[in-house]
């Protein structure tokens, strides 16, 4: 009985030894091939962020994660080697295979990260607002990833993971724009003397004939509407396409129920200078006529220098579309430009209404720039009140004025039911203002301003 009880313990153990090698040599694999896997993946990781160090000086934190990891895959690694008698316990072992696979987990985590951060594309921009002294560079990345940029003053580099980014720069610099490790030169810079600016209107996030625009002007003037509700995704769609050119921007009343301020990030109410000329921009809906006339007033003696000075505003003064226009803002208008005719007014800018229209009222220009994107008002419709609708699709010289809607319809020089773009064109003497058609570039009129 005896020989029988210590033939089963030596049975026991036997098989407990046995059960322990087949749990330690399960662990030493996985623990071999964590340790295999994780250094394969680190090292790609730190051989890219390092390049990319070197040759765009970028901050790269998936490249310092990626080299803890392997720091200490590589200490695990030692300590292994050094332990290995301890470790042919299974439990030593166990622990370690745990830290191994954490650690493999990490860096699969960071490489993926790696690859989704280089692959973003740029979704929409980059696009340059004109604010004041400085550039905002503005744009959008399909995914989140740091913002970057350098110029030639500027070095500037933010870890936040965003899809949407924002620099100000010095005005008139030339500068490297780097994006989720991407690089390309864009030059924003103005020449010293203004010789062309375009004005566009009503985009409504529809970017299609914005690929077509020429791009010999010096900067874009916009009039508002570049989205239906004001969300973040509508304004960058209306910029997808967009010439990359410095922009002045005015806020429009489809824009003015959203985000408008973190995209354009201006007051409604501005004056801005672009070199020699000077330009008001105003929001006048809303009830907020008062306001808008009120800073015009204030401010006016900012452009008592300059050569050409000029008016943006959402809502038109004169219009033949389907809102026309509020005598009460009209009239406030006309009050201001008669009352400073020592300021060199040549032109006031809308848009609201989607169609063309110009006017001339003394020597001032009124134009409704047209839809640069959102649907044409078809004013032939019936839908429309008589005194609203047009004979054709195109109308021409002075209208009757069949009430306050049609206020200054005695200046009425032209309207097209057209998309089209205002070219502002400065010549030694006078300027010329040429409407194309948005589609096909073909001219509709021209209009020459002596000075």
Not at 137 to 144: A, P, Y
Not at 160 to 175: C, I, P
């Amino acid at each position: 009985m005896t020989t029988t009880a210590c033939a089963t313990e030596q049975c026991q153990t036997t098989q407990k030894a046995s059960q322990s090698e087949q749990k330690y040599d399960k662990y030493f694999m996985t623990n071999f091939i964590a340790l295999v896997s994780t250094l394969t993946i680190d090292v790609p990781i730190i051989v890219y962020a390092s390049v990319m160090c070197a040759l765009q000086g970028m901050f790269i934190l998936n490249g310092i994660l990626g080299a803890v990891s392997f720091l200490f895959t590589v200490i695990l690694c030692l300590v292994e080697i050094c332990q290995r008698k301890s470790l042919k316990n299974s439990k030593l072992l166990l622990v370690s295979t745990i830290i191994q696979v954490t650690l493999l987990l990490f860096s699969i985590a960071v490489g993926i990260n790696t690859i989704v951060f280089y692959s973003s594309k740029l979704s929409y921009g980059p696009l340059a607002f004109i604010h004041e002294d400085k550039t905002r560079i503005h744009w959008g990345s399909n995914s989140k990833s740091n913002t970057v940029l350098n110029s030639v003053n500027l070095d500037y580099s933010e870890e936040t993971l965003s899809r949407y980014h924002s620099v100000v720069v010095d005005n008139n610099q030339e500068f490297s724009y780097q994006i989720m490790g991407k690089s390309k030169k864009y030059d924003y810079s103005l020449p010293p003397a203004i010789n062309k600016f375009v004005v566009l209107t009503d985009i409504h996030s529809n970017n299609r004939y914005l690929s077509n625009m020429a791009t010999d002007y010096d900067f874009c003037i916009l009039c508002g509407d570049y989205s239906n509700s004001g969300k973040y995704g509508q304004f960058q769609q209306s910029f997808v396409g967009m010439p990359q050119k410095p922009i002045l921007a005015v806020v429009g009343n489809h824009d003015f129920r959203g985000d408008y301020y973190q995209f354009l990030q201006r007051p409604v109410n501005f004056y801005q200078q672009v070199r020699n000329l000077g330009f008001f921009y105003l929001w006048v809906q809303e009830g907020d006529d008062a306001a808008a006339f009120q800073f015009l007033n204030d401010n006016a003696h900012l452009a008592a220098g300059d050569e050409h000075v000029f008016v943006v505003v959402h809502h038109p003064i004169y219009s033949t579309g389907e809102f026309g226009a509020d005598i009460q803002i009209s009239q406030q208008m006309e009050q201001f430009i008669d009352s400073h005719s020592h300021l060199k007014f040549r032109a006031v800018f809308s848009g609201h209404d989607h169609q063309f229209s110009a006017f001339k009222r003394n020597e001032q220009y009124f134009f409704v720039t047209g839809a640069g994107g959102g649907k044409i008002d078809k004013m032939t419709s019936k839908s429309f009140a008589e005194e609203r609708q047009w004979p054709a699709k195109e109308l021409h010289g002075p209208l009757a004025v069949l009430n306050d809607e049609c206020y200054g319809y005695e200046h009425h020089i032209d309207s097209w039911m057209q998309f089209t773009r205002t070219e502002v064109n400065f010549y030694a003497d006078k300027i010329v203002y040429q409407v194309r058609n948005l589609k096909n570039n073909n001219i509709l009129a021209s209009y020459e301003q002596p000075f």
